[in-house]
C-alpha cells in the first residue's frame, strides 16, 4: 500500500513509522524538518519500542509526490488558515482514498464537499504523544486509534489500513458511527485542553488534582453532553465519570496539545475543538457558558505563554 502523510507532526510520525514497520510504502511531507528527516529519518521514542523511520520520499511540498496513492493520511493541525482541500488536490486521483487524523468535531465537512465521490475516513486518535525537536517524535501513553468510514465506504480498503496498524500493534477498532465517537473524543478535549492552558499550564493530575478544576471538567463535559444529543446522541454520565477516572488513573499525566502549543507559542486548536462546537450550538440555540468562556480566553490576542 502506497501512503501519502501530509502532516509528520507528533501523531502523524509516529503512526505514519507505524505504517512503515509492516511494508507500507509511505512517503511524507515535511516543513520545519525537511532537512533531518532527509538526512537521517524520524527518530521515534515509543512505548511499542524505539526505531528510526525512513520514509520513502520526504517532501517539502506536496506537488514533489512522484506516484499515486492508495491512501493519503492528513494529520495536520486542524487551522482555519489551512485548506485541506487545497493542499491535497494536487495529488489526489480518482482512486485515492483520504483518511485525516485530527482533533475536532465537524472537521471533515469541507473535505467532503470538496471531494464528494472520494472515500473518506475519519480517525480518532487518543494517545500522548509529543515532538519537542525536529525528527523526533516521543510516545508515552496510550495510543488507540478508532478508524470510521465518513463517506463512500470502501471497506476493502479501510479493512486494509487498519489491518496495517493492527499488525504493527497499534491497538485500533472500525466504528460503526466515527460521528458519535468524535462527541465523546470531545468530552475530553474541550474540558482538559482549554483548562490546561486558563489555569497557568498544569498537566492532567495537576488539574484532576484540584477538586474546583476537577468539578470544571466535569461541568465542562455536561455540556458537550448537551450538544451531542442535540445531533441525537445520548452522551451518559457514566461516560463522563468513566473519562474522568481513567484519566486520573494515568501512570505518566498528560500535557495536553494545547498546552504544547501554547508553551511553543504555536497556533492552538482552538476553532476545531471549541468554536465548530459553539457554532453548532448557536445553530440549535444552545447555550455553553463555560466552553463560550474558554473559546474567549484562547481566541484573545492577549493570551501569552
Same mark, same amino acid.
Given at each position: 500500500m502506497k501512503i501519502l502523510v501530509i502532516g509528520t507532526g507528533a501523531i502523524g510520525g509516529l503512526y505514519a513509522a507505524k505504517l512503515s514497520q509492516v511494508g507500507a510504502e509511505v512517503s511524507v511531507v515535511c516543513r520545519s524538518d525537511y532537512e533531518q528527516a532527509k538526512q537521517g529519518g524520524?527518530?521515534?521514542?515509543?512505548?511499542?519500542?524505539?526505531?528510526?523511520?525512513?520514509?520513502?520520499?520526504?517532501?517539502?511540498?506536496?506537488?514533489?509526490?512522484?506516484?499515486?496513492?492508495?491512501?493519503?493520511?492528513?494529520?495536520?493541525?486542524?487551522l482555519p488558515e489551512i485548506s485541506l482541500p487545497d493542499l491535497i488536490r494536487p495529488v489526489l486521483t480518482p482512486e485515492t482514498s483520504i483518511a485525516i487524523i485530527q482533533n475536532g468535531i465537524f472537521i471533515e465537512k469541507d473535505l467532503a464537499q470538496a471531494f464528494p465521490n472520494h472515500h473518506l475516513l475519519s480517525i480518532i486518535a487518543f494517545v500522548a504523544v509529543r515532538k519537542e525537536r525536529p525528527a523526533l517524535v516521543e510516545h508515552d501513553g496510550d495510543g488507540r486509534l478508532t478508524i470510521g468510514e465518513f463517506q463512500n465506504p470502501n471497506p476493502q480498503k479501510t479493512r486494509e489500513i487498519f489491518e496495517l496498524w493492527q499488525k504493527s500493534g497499534v491497538p485500533c477498532i472500525l466504528s460503526e458511527d466515527v460521528q458519535f465517537d468524535r462527541w465523546k473524543k470531545l468530552l475530553w478535549n474541550a474540558s482538559f485542553n482549554p483548562i490546561s492552558v486558563v489555569a497557568?499550564?498544569?498537566?492532567?493530575?495537576?488539574?484532576?488534582?484540584d477538586p474546583k478544576l476537577k468539578n470544571l471538567i466535569r461541568n465542562v463535559m455536561l455540556e458537550v453532553k448537551l450538544l451531542a444529543k442535540a445531533q441525537g446522541y445520548e452522551i451518559s454520565?457514566?461516560?463522563? &465519570? =468513566?473519562? @474522568?477516572?481513567?484519566?486520573?488513573?494515568?501512570?505518566?499525566?498528560?500535557?495536553? +496539545?494545547?498546552?504544547?502549543?501554547?508553551?511553543?507559542?504555536?497556533?492552538?486548536?482552538?476553532?476545531?475543538?471549541?468554536?465548530?462546537?459553539?457554532?453548532?450550538?448557536? &445553530? =440549535?440555540? @444552545?447555550?455553553?457558558?463555560?466552553?463560550?468562556?474558554?473559546?474567549?480566553?484562547? +481566541?484573545?490576542?492577549s493570551l501569552r505563554a
Open positions: 524520524i527518530a521515534i521514542k515509543s512505548l511499542w519500542g524505539d526505531f528510526n523511520f525512513k520514509p520513502h520520499q520526504v517532501l517539502r511540498d506536496v506537488k514533489e509526490f512522484s506516484g499515486q496513492a492508495d491512501f493519503i493520511l492528513i494529520a495536520t493541525k486542524v497557568g499550564g498544569l498537566d492532567t493530575k495537576q488539574i484532576l488534582d454520565e457514566e461516560l463522563i &465519570d =468513566k473519562t @474522568i477516572s481513567d484519566t486520573a488513573a494515568r501512570k505518566v499525566p498528560a500535557i495536553t +496539545s494545547m498546552l504544547l502549543d501554547f508553551r511553543a507559542s504555536k497556533k492552538m486548536e482552538v476553532e476545531a475543538i471549541l468554536g465548530n462546537a459553539l457554532r453548532f450550538a448557536r &445553530d =440549535k440555540n @444552545i447555550e455553553l457558558p463555560l466552553i463560550s468562556e474558554f473559546y474567549r480566553k484562547l +481566541s484573545s490576542p
